[in-house]
């Protein structure tokens, strides 16, 4: 490239023109950015937001294809920042511009253009001066809504509220992130900048949504102190502190006042005349019924109490669940109902008492009577085809409704008291201690047919001993029949069956049959004294065992008493021993005496009141058994 043409002159004066040219060499120019830029943005500022726009002064002589953040050497960095090739500088990472974590930011551009060549963070100017180039400085801008915010306002709230329960919503905004964990914690009075209790409150709870809610029952005289310069009032609070946070933050410390609601106390209320019925005769613990509430006043029933006369033959538990605690006081025939009081109680007091009425139902049963006989044992047997028994039932059953019309049941009654021991209607002033046995036996049918009237008495065990031989051998249901109804005409003039089983003691004596008017007082003292026959059947052609008593020695002799009650043992070097044998099945020991030497044999006297053994070297011995006949 031609520059300039120049004339030399030489020294002797002759002008002489030379030509020549000077070519300017092309230095590509470097991309030259602002001095400096300077930004705000707010914390916390989505992806993409614009910051600010750095200025391109030059970008040289080819278009500039990057724009990057580096540190003093030149190499680039990681900022929350990026820039396109327009110098538009913009949000790459929200999460951390925190103002919290770093406030501002000192940041060097450098702008590179096709050429590869950049620009460079400092220059000199035409005056040689010092300046920068590329700068930019970046400020956040704090945002309060990062972090959750709380309203403080009082909450009030009535004592004996329900668990669970919400009282109210501190919660004014959650901030940029959800909350990730709400903590309320017990203090005392207003401590504001004071740092919270470290004990979680006991009452009250916090979820994620700054709901409060009741943790535990809140009651007003218990729980709690007046609010805060209110002493002289009735105004009680509880004073918590809060904290609630998400990812940017935490509440600042917040403390929250509950007001606490004074609720009249109340004690239960039971449903009025309330009723009840049960089956006479039924057993200890069975239901009854549950007492009704009508509300259980302001704190949970601790329990029932049941009121008036008889009220101790029930049980009520802390359900209020009523069952039988004394069956014997459950008869029908002495008492239709118990008409009582029920009373429930919590911690704030008893219910009024309200009418509680439990109703007997009348039990058809088989009534045991030698006049008026209490406690008794009853058992129930079911005579077998071969006419061997079968154990049915222990109690007092029913009329029948459960028995087989053809089939024949013995009615078996041991033992109990005797009201009226002489059976003329009249009740004794004191018991009559009952010994024996008094059974009863008949068809289903005629159970069934007597129902109510049904009864167990001598008359019935006198016609059972007449046809007890029929039981033993050869059982045939048919003929058995006919001798059972043809010795109940021996027994009461012209009877059926039904009479034996409906026998009055105190109006129906009068149809004894001549042979039997004298004999039935005898029978009654035999009963009472247990003389009267056990008369146990069985097939001799295939004996069973029906129990056993494991004396202490070597049993070498045995007799028994004239009615069959009792066993005389020669019980080896244990003497003399007395076994019960009333009932075969469980013979039980009622006494012994122990010889001196080794008893081997026994008999009794004929009147049964003294026993003679003989006891090996040491001769004869005899013994004195009328106490034990007593």
């Not at 008593?549 to 066993?567: E, I, M, Q, R």
Request: proline share 4%.
């Amino acid at each position: 490239m031609k520059i300039a043409n120049f004339i030399l002159h030489y020294q002797h004066g002759n002008p002489v023109v030379v030509e020549f040219s000077i070519d300017l060499i092309n230095i590509p120019d470097d991309p030259v950015l602002d001095s400096s830029t300077n930004c705000r943005i707010k914390e916390h500022a989505l992806v993409g937001t614009e910051v600010c726009r750095i200025g391109i002064i030059e970008e040289g002589d080819s278009p500039i294809i990057s724009i990057d953040f580096v540190d003093y050497q030149g190499n680039k960095v990681d900022t929350p920042f990026k820039v396109d090739t327009n110098g538009t500088v913009t949000v790459a990472n929200s999460d951390t511009l925190d103002y919290e974590s770093q406030k501002f930011y000192n940041l060097s551009a450098i702008a590179t253009n096709e050429s590869g060549l950049k620009s460079r963070p400092y220059d000199y100017n035409y005056y040689d001066d010092y300046e920068e180039r590329g700068r930019v400085y970046i400020t956040l801008i704090n945002d309060p809504d990062d972090a959750p915010i709380l309203e403080r306002k009082t909450l009030y709230v009535d004592e004996n509220i329900s668990i669970g329960e919400k009282i109210g919503n501190i919660l004014k905004n959650k901030g940029k992130a959800d909350i990730t964990n709400a903590t309320i914690y017990r203090t005392s009075y207003r401590n504001y900048g004071n740092p919270p209790s470290i004990e979680p409150s006991k009452l009250f709870d916090i979820d994620l949504n700054g709901n409060i809610s009741v943790k535990a029952p809140l009651d007003y005289e218990k729980n709690f102190k007046p609010c805060q310069n209110d002493s002289r009032s009735k105004r009680y609070c509880e004073y918590v502190n809060i904290v609630m946070t998400n990812r940017y933050g935490s509440t600042t410390l917040y403390q929250q006042e509950i007001e606490i609601g004074d609720v009249p106390d109340a004690p239960p209320t039971l449903k009025p005349n309330q009723h009840f019925s049960v089956d006479e005769n039924s057993p200890n613990g069975t239901v009854i019924g549950k007492i009704d509430l009508l509300s259980q006043g302001d704190a949970n029933v601790t329990d029932f109490t049941l009121l008036g006369d008889g009220a101790g033959n029930f049980s009520v538990d802390n359900q209020g669940v009523i069952e039988v605690a004394n069956a014997s006081a459950l008869d029908y025939e002495r008492i239709h109902y118990f008409a009582l009081q029920a009373i429930a109680n919590n911690r704030f007091g008893d219910s009024s008492p309200v009418n509680v009425t439990i109703n007997l139902n009348d039990m058809s049963e088989a009534i045991a009577q030698l006049g008026n006989l209490a406690d008794a044992e009853v058992k129930i047997y079911k005579i077998e085809d071969n006419g061997t028994k079968t154990l049915l039932y222990t109690a007092v059953t029913s009329s029948g409704d459960t028995l087989d019309d053809d089939t024949f049941y013995l009615y078996y009654i041991k033992g109990g008291k005797d009201f009226d021991s002489n059976d003329d209607g009249v009740k004794d002033a004191n018991f009559t201690t009952n010994k024996g046995v008094i059974r009863a036996i008949a068809k289903g049918s005629d159970i069934k047919q007597a129902g109510d009237d049904f009864r167990v008495t001598a008359v019935s065990e006198l016609l059972y001993e007449r046809v007890h031989r029929y039981l033993v051998a050869n059982f045939d249901k048919d003929s058995f029949e006919n001798h059972l109804e043809q010795e109940a005409k021996n027994v009461l003039t012209d009877a059926t069956i039904d009479d034996i089983l409906t026998f009055d003691p105190v109006n129906d004596r009068v149809n004894l049959s001549k042979i039997y008017k004298n004999k039935y007082t005898k029978t009654i003292d035999l009963i009472h004294q247990g003389k009267i026959p056990l008369l146990n059947f069985s097939d001799p052609t295939n004996p069973t065992k029906l129990g056993s008593y494991n004396t202490a020695g070597y049993a070498w002799g045995v007799t028994l008493s004239s009615d069959g009650s009792k066993a005389y043992v020669a019980d080896g070097g244990k003497g003399l021993v007395v076994i019960d044998v009333s009932d075969p099945t469980n013979p039980t020991k009622l006494g012994s005496y122990d010889t001196a030497g080794y008893a081997e044999g026994v008999t009794l006297s004929s009147d049964g009141s003294k026993a003679y053994v003989a006891d090996d070297n040491n001769g004869l011995v005899v013994i004195d058994i009328g106490l034990l006949n007593e």
